[in-house]
């Protein structure tokens, strides 16, 4: 096995058992080895798998067949230098944003006052500094799923799982948080693997982009985005790969 | 969840919060001007009217039938009412009687909070102990509290907490001769089962992807269950202690039927009706429900204060 590979998915299967006693398959085959400081998007059709995929790889299922490492070990259970911002919102309903992204690091055993310094930085960080007080649900989809990756941000994992998180945001956010993250990824040397619906959203990010098809999950296709960062959506280049991959998912 | 620091500006959040306290008003009622203190009147003679009706017709017929063994005369029970410590056909003061009832069930339902709110969450919780105890627990659910009673004479007769503990004279035998246990064990079954319930169905309640992104977030078992499960169950709890309570204020006047007690708001209800004190009657009832609504109402506000989340979530 390489030794810079972060991230090793090797035969992947993961059927899931329903109530009424048939099987699912959501992942076939999935092989997948991501490097250090990859930012690998992944798109696909709703329900081919992408955050069973995630979640495997988070600790949080386990697999049918096949193995995944992180860092050479196999996973069997959740890390925390393997972080994840989950597709629904998963902010604690009872505690204020504050205490909310101070979380992993209290599970961490850091002081109290020293856990809040820092979470108020990546409160700052997202944009919601004047709402450290509110709770959840006085929050919009948008700004609660902004708190969530503020969270695991705060929690500074080597790599992070990204469900989907810009879903519920207006466009202008989403393109300020797509910048803001690629900072953050420079500047950290984090590995990201990020799930979108937006090819556009892909393209901009990912080194490499995963395509999936459904029924069972497969990996179809995988693209190297070489364009330089960063990325101009006016790069008739851009509008060609965007093309093209939205082909592949209309198959 | 204690002190915490000031770090941010604060300041139009403060405005937020208090906003959302009143969040479940009419929108007309966050407006200050005198209209709303005319509605707040309004709405108070509006809710005074149906008991204002009902007291009347009661004056009437109280009036018309001359009988107060069917019916005593309002003046009757509110002098009852209004002198609650004066002594009863040498059976005790209203007030006395109120207390010891309310002792009995604060324990009865102290016991069964302290076995039944750690059964649920492991049930809840652990799907093996869920199915090794659910068959049995379900065989008695449908049995009425009162139902026990025989089986219960015949298992305590009138053993006191005074016999359990050895306790033969003085101040505190008084007290623990007046705590039977088949009267606690009745209070007991009722408020068993609504605090195992809730408790069973809070802890299957809590939202996956909480526990979840705890985990992933570095939580133990113990964080999980300290930091997320046992907060994110709680209102649920809370929620069937007071359906616990009340169910087990409504068994104590067949607690206090039981032979052996000799004080109590149901003791003294069923003594009343044997002398024929049919205001003593009624004015024991009115006790019984003003209590219990004053208990609910207090579980009512704790709600309200610390689990205002869980209504304004979702
Ligand atoms: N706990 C489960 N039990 C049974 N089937 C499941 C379970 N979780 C997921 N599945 C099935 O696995 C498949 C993949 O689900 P998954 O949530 O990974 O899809 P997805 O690609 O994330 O979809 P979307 O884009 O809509 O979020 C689906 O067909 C789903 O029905
Ligand atoms: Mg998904």
Known sequence: MLQEAVINIENLCKTYATKQGAFVPALKDINLSVDLNDFICIVGPSGCGKSTMLRIIAGLEQTSEGRVFYMGEEVKKTNREVGMVFQDYSLLPWQNVLDNIALGLVFAGMSRNESLQLAHKYLKLVGLEAFARAYPYELSGGMQQRAAIARALANDPRVLLMDEPFGALDAHTRILLQEELLRIWEQDRKTIMFVTHSVDEAIYLADRIIVMSAHPGQIKEVIDVTMPRPRDRANPLYGQMNARILGMLDR | ?314
């Open chain 2, 1 to 314: 969840m204690g002190e915490t620091p000031y770090l941010d500006g604060g300041e139009p959040l403060d405005v937020k919060r208090s906003g959302t306290q009143f969040g479940f008003m009419e929108p007309n009622q966050i407006n200050f001007n005198g209209s709303r203190v005319k509605r707040f009147g309004a709405q108070l003679i509006w809710s005074l009217v149906i008991p204002a009706v009902f007291i009347t017709v009661w004056y009437l017929i109280a009036n018309h039938l001359q009988n107060p063994v069917v019916l005593p005369h309002v003046r009757d029970l509110v002098q009852l009412l209004i002198h609650p410590a004066d002594n009863l056909i040498s059976m005790g003061s209203l007030l006395n009687n109120i207390f010891v009832s309310l002792v009995r069930v604060l324990i009865g339902f102290i016991l069964a909070v302290l076995i039944a709110v750690p059964a649920g969450i492991a049930m809840g919780y652990y799907d093996s102990v869920y199915r090794l105890f659910n068959g049995f627990l379900g065989m008695f659910r449908p049995i009425p509290p009162l139902a026990w009673v025989p089986l219960v004479l015949a298992w305590f007769g009138i053993t006191s907490m005074a016999t359990l503990l050895g306790v033969k004279q003085g101040q505190w035998y008084i007290y623990l001769n007046n705590l039977k246990l088949s009267m606690v064990f009745i209070i007991f079954i009722g408020a068993f089962y609504p605090v195992l319930t809730s408790s069973l169905y809070g802890v299957r309640n809590v939202r996956k992807v909480l526990l979840d992104s705890a985990r992933v977030l570095g939580a133990n078992e113990k964080d999980i269950f300290r930091l997320i499960l046992l907060p994110a169950v709680s209102p649920s709890i809370v929620n069937g202690m007071r359906i616990g309570l009340g169910v087990a204020w409504m068994c104590l006047v067949s607690a206090e039927m039981l032979p052996g007690s000799l004080s109590g708001v149901g003791y003294l209800i069923t003594h009343a009706y044997t002398v024929a004190r049919t205001d003593i009657v009624i004015a024991g009832m009115v006790s019984i429900g003003v209590v219990g609504a004053v208990l609910d109402f207090l579980f009512r506000i704790l709600e309200d204060k610390k689990f205002a989340w869980q209504r304004l979530s979702r």
